[in-house]
């Protein structure tokens, strides 16, 4: 296995259509796993790859479990051989509702996911009240390229 740069990890995190498996810790203890969609965030990055963002309802069991305990991890991975994974381990924030914000992450994932022309259809179908934007800043990365070789 041979290791990923910082650009690799950004590239690879964006690339298609991989979805994200999100990890959340339940306030009775236990774990959460789900998949997601998401995109990488430049624009506030210091250092290294920046923000994970995605979108997902107030109430669904990922947010809350993110309001109960921040710290959550993502691992994203390509299934194909020779097989690369990325795991995040990081901070999550609820981002308080302001529909044109989530508008604009949501269409923006919808074009990754869904592609430029059903971009702005899924974009309003999921931003609307009751959707809430998350971040996730990475803490600490672990990254695998050609693990089969």
Known sequence: ???????????????????????????????HVVPIWFVVDDKNRKRGIGDIVFNTG??????????????????????????????IFGVAKIMPYKQREVLKWATKIAERYMGKSKAQEYGKRNSGEGEVLVRITPKRIIAGKDIAV
Do not use: W
């Not at 910082?6 to 236990?30: D, P, S």
């Not at 107030?58 to 795991?87: G, H, M, W, Y």
């Open 1 to 31: 296995m041979a290791a990923m740069s910082q650009t690799e990890i950004r590239r690879f995190l964006m690339k298609g259509t991989f979805t994200g498996k999100l990890a959340t810790v339940r306030e009775k203890g236990g774990s």
């Open 58 to 87: 107030s109430e669904t069991t990922k947010a809350k479990n993110i309001r109960f305990d921040k710290t959550v991890s993502i691992c994203v991975d390509d299934q194909t051989p020779l097989f690369s994974f990325v795991t």
